[in-house]
């Protein structure tokens, strides 16, 4: 309990920097923000009006305070584009987002583990060699060519997967879960669900590229240490079998830090969200996200933004909570 | 020199990485002055052109030369990221070194900042600053630079704590040498060697946030050539003319793969642990 009370509490004050870096992003922009946001074309009652619902006449410290009451509201700002609140609109894009990055982590170890483990125990070896060329390229790949190459490949080459969007079936029905296969399953429809799985095959592909590569790099790392202590080499010493070694003891030792590089790898995905949906018409946050950059439309890039870092934030805590749940060392270190 | 030869014998991949690096390197600086074309000269009439003869990798929508964009927007992709991490590794390493040296509530203000920056994806909030600041190259490289800082002050900072607990630092304490001197001459001068290895393993991140950051239109604005956005501005012609949009594509994962191949080399020889055991 001291451990978990510890670790709320340091959340605090970074929490309160979090607000603050959002909040600042709009004081950011150069010159008079209302003013650059709405254009050149606009007149000055319209910039009196975007002054106001900004509250930029207000002191800094009383802007923030107004922001961080509105944020205890639930109230993330008006969208400039549309006029909605921007909670709603983000609420509504979050399953999207949370379906193909759920999936995606999966992906990434069920590939990524394996692939850590193959190369550790061939460690220099020729497969090693390729394994870790191709992680490389996993890791070092902009998420937006690997999509197009996919798109290129599997959509428009061989016409196996569709190109962009997330299904055709959902736009008819109103949503239950959000969650499109899901929603397809529950309404006891097989062929809008697997519409719904082909429509997530590319984009969790691009996604999970990188985190399986980054997972598999890591693990191989991990296990070379492993490998080398002393346990290891007493338990050789004692004649187990070399498999017993590397599989049982070796890999469970190996496998407890990954926990923590599956959860904030799987959190620092949302970057890549960003691009993978722009580039699938995905509609989730990322494409919001995007589309609010295109149209400057700052209400939005901030609670995009906060709900990322959220996110960031709770799955970090998650992973800290899980590991000192399985390591009493960290809870020792970390109390 | 002897080590570094004997470890880049052994480890294969740092010394592919090298050579892959040197190779972009020679490309980009010579490549425009052997091959003289323009990358922004127009020509309609030969507009997505296939790879050929005329046109080593084709032209774009607007009948420009690919190869050309793609040489010359190398030279910009590779300054933007030695820039950014020159200028995250100048001010994260100052910051982490005051910090860690002075301690007290200055280090607890400037992790704490750092811890909060730290709790963004990093490209989320690069994107974010890259908005706010207004979409150009510049603003781009700031964008990126800030979020690379705190990993650097992070490093800075543990460097600069362990190092100012060593004796000859104490000794300079004792014979009354300024606070600033100290920081300088000892602290800086014997805790900045693990942030080249950092800064090697953050160029192929810079390089990558840059490109994503062009791809969106928040970095080089038309008619510069980038690789990042020049990917981008050929996204509607990439089914009918793939070369436009790969070949720069291709530039950034190898220029990305050379730094990721060197700074892994690096890391792995500063640390026996990730040797393969024997």
């Not at chain 1, 606009?42 to 509105?70: G, H, K, M, N, W």
């Not at chain 1, 736009?171 to 062929?191: E, K, N, S, Y």
């Amino acid at each position: 309990m001291r451990f978990v009370a510890g670790r709320l509490a340091a959340l605090v004050p970074v929490l309160a920097l979090v607000l603050a870096i959002v909040f600042l992003l709009v004081r950011a922009i150069p010159g008079d923000p209302a003013v650059v946001l709405l254009g050149p074309g606009a007149t000055q009652a319209q910039i009196a009006a975007l002054r106001d619902q900004l509250r930029l006449d207000l002191p800094a410290p009383l802007q923030f305070l107004e922001y961080v009451a509105a944020l205890a509201r639930g109230d993330l700002g008006t969208s400039l584009k549309t006029g909605e609140p921007v909670l709603r609109e983000i609420l509504l894009r979050l399953p999207a987002t949370i379906e193909l990055t759920v999936l995606a982590t999966i992906a990434a170890v069920l590939v990524g583990i394996p692939l850590g483990v193959v190369c550790a125990t061939r460690a220099n070896g020729p497969l090693d060699h390729m394994l870790r060329l191709v992680s490389l390229v996993g890791v070092s790949v902009p998420a937006f060519l690997l999509a197009l190459v996919l798109q290129l490949v599997f959509a428009s080459w061989l016409g196996w997967l569709p190109v962009s969007g997330r299904t055709s079936a959902l736009a008819l029905d109103p949503p239950i879960t959000g969650f499109a296969v899901f929603d397809a399953l529950l309404r006891g429809d097989g062929a809008a669900a697997r519409g719904a799985l082909a429509h997530l095959v590319l984009p969790c592909a691009v996604l999970a590229a990188f985190l399986a590569a980054t997972l598999g790099r890591y693990v191989r790392n991990s296990m070379l240490e492993t490998l080398g202590e002393d346990f290891v080499r007493t338990a050789r010493a004692k004649g187990m079998a070399r498999v017993r070694v590397v599989y049982v003891h070796a890999l469970r030792n190996a496998l407890l830090p990954a926990v923590t590089v599956i959860g904030l790898k799987s959190a620092e995905m949302l970057g890549g969200a960003i691009l993978t949906e722009t580039i699938f018409a995905w509609p989730g946050i990322g494409r919001y996200m995007f589309e609010a950059i295109r149209n400057r439309d700052f209400p939005v890039i901030q609670g995009t933004t906060l709900v990322f870092a959220l996110i960031y934030v709770t799955t970090s805590l998650v992973v800290d909570l899980i590991h000192g749940a399985l390591d009493p060392r960290v809870r020792k270190r970390l109390r | 020199m002897a080590e570094i030869a004997a470890f880049l014998r052994t480890n294969r991949l740092a010394a592919f990485g090298l050579a892959l690096l040197a190779a972009i390197l020679v490309c980009v600086i010579a490549g425009p002055l052997v091959y003289e074309v323009s990358p922004t000269r127009l020509n309609i009439l030969k507009r997505l052109a296939p790879p050929g003869p005329d046109f080593w990798l084709g032209t774009d929508a607007l009948g420009r030369d690919v190869l050309a964009r793609v040489l010359h927007g190398g030279r910009v992709t590779l300054v933007v990221g030695c820039g950014v991490v020159a200028l995250a590794f100048v001010t994260g390493a100052t910051i982490g070194m005051i910090s860690g040296f002075a301690g007290g509530w200055i280090d607890v203000v400037v992790m704490r900042l750092a811890d909060a920056m730290l709790s963004f994806p990093s490209l989320v909030l690069a994107i974010a600053l890259a908005a706010a600041f207004g979409p150009s190259l510049e603003n781009a490289m700031l964008a990126v630079a800030i979020t690379l800082m705190p990993q650097f002050a992070r490093v800075a900072r543990a460097q600069a704590v362990s190092v100012s607990a060593r004796p000859y630092v104490e000794a300079a304490v004792t014979l009354g040498l300024t606070r600033r001197r100290i920081l300088l001459r000892y602290v800086f001068a014997n805790g900045v060697g693990p942030l080249f290895v950092q800064a090697t393993l953050a160029l192929g991140a810079a390089i990558l946030q840059t490109a994503s950051l062009g791809f969106l239109g928040l970095g080089a604005q038309p008619p510069a050539a980038e690789w990042g956005a020049d990917v981008s501005i050929n996204l509607d012609f990439v089914r009918s003319a793939p070369w436009v949009a790969l070949a720069p594509g291709a530039g950034i994962l190898l220029a990305v793969m050379a730094f990721n191949l060197i700074g892994d080399g690096l890391a792995e020889w500063l640390d026996p642990r990730r040797r393969p055991a024997q």
